[in-house]
């Protein structure tokens, strides 16, 4: 009979967000693929798992998707793991993933951590759809040309990005999306110097050049849809309407730019476009 595959997720920085099964787990199967092994194991250590490792990563994923169904096929029950939060999101796996389920091997979640999901839960931004992106690309013209195929995406977006390209990637962004797109920024989340800030993709460009946002750790940035902010669709030349009514056009087109994640630029060309055809055209 064969075993099971157990996807494991670890802490994404506090130890302690380990869940009691997923350490039951960890401790009870045969064997654990893991990322890094020295990263898990120093995980395996403190919590006095003993469970043997091996590698799973990018360049071996082939080779040890092999040796791990036999295992499985065995009737070894196996767990597998990232460095960090729910393993396969931005992680290697999948393969293994798949070919357990082609084999006929049940596969399990033990979930836990995420560095998405925390992210969202904290970020202000509407949930009820959204799109992960992972990490940008490294390169500027491969993430521009990506930026600029996301710029009429509706959902929430949530990207992963290193301290390395941080500063880069914001000013990237704001060039994409406009500097009043809402936004948020988590570093080091869970860890001990964790930031969570919300506000304005400049703001928050502002602030990383600024320090007050430290260029260290990990980073977590969400963005607002085009469309989509607190649950709301809008009429934008209706809405335009109304704030031009009762405000100076940069004013009007500023709080339209929070609300619809549109440019703010743009949306006051708009402004004196309606005024000049009467709200009409």
């Known amino acids: 009979m064969s075993g099971k595959l157990h996807i494991v997720a670890t802490p994404i920085g506090n130890l302690e967000d380990l869940t009691p099964r997923a ?22 250590s403190h919590f006095g798992v003993k469970t043997r ?8 994923e082939e080779q040890a998707v092999a040796t791990i169904l036999q295992r499985l096929e065995a009737g070894q029950n196996v767990a597998l793991v990232s460095d960090a939060g729910t393993p396969l999101v931005s992680d290697p796996g999948y393969r293994l993933v798949q070919a357990a389920h082609r084999n006929g091997i049940t596969v399990s979640p033990v979930p836990g951590a995420s560095a998405v999901t925390a992210a969202l839960s904290v970020a202000g931004l509407p949930t009820d759809r959204f799109c992960f992106e992972g990490f940008l690309p490294a390169k500027a013209a491969a993430r521009k040309k990506m930026l600029a195929e996301l710029a009429g995406e509706e959902r929430t977006m949530v990207f992963y990005e290193s301290v390395h390209r941080i500063a880069d990637a914001l000013a990237d962004l704001c060039e994409a999306f406009g500097d009043d ?34 260029t260290k750790g990990e980073f ?24 031009a009514g ?10 339209a730019a929070e609300l619809t994640g549109q440019k703010k630029n743009a949306l006051y060309q708009r402004i004196l476009e309606l005024k000049d055809t009467g709200g009409d055209s």
């Open 246 to 255: 009762e405000l100076p056009g940069k004013d009007a087109a500023r709080i």
């Open 23 to 44: 350490r039951q787990t960890l401790a009870e199967v045969d064997l654990v693929a893991a990322e890094d092994t020295r990263h898990t194991g120093r995980l395996l």
């Open 181 to 214: 797109r809402a936004a948020f920024v988590g570093r080091e989340l869970t860890k001990v110097y964790e930031q969570c800030l919300y506000g304005s993709l400049g703001s928050l460009r502002r602030m990383v050049g600024d320090g007050t946002i430290a």
């Open 53 to 60: 490792l091996i590698a799973l990563h990018d360049h071996n």
């Open 220 to 243: 977590v940035i969400v963005i607002a849809g085009v469309v989509a902010a607190n649950d709301a669709t809008y009429d934008v030349d209706r809405l335009l309407l109304i704030l």
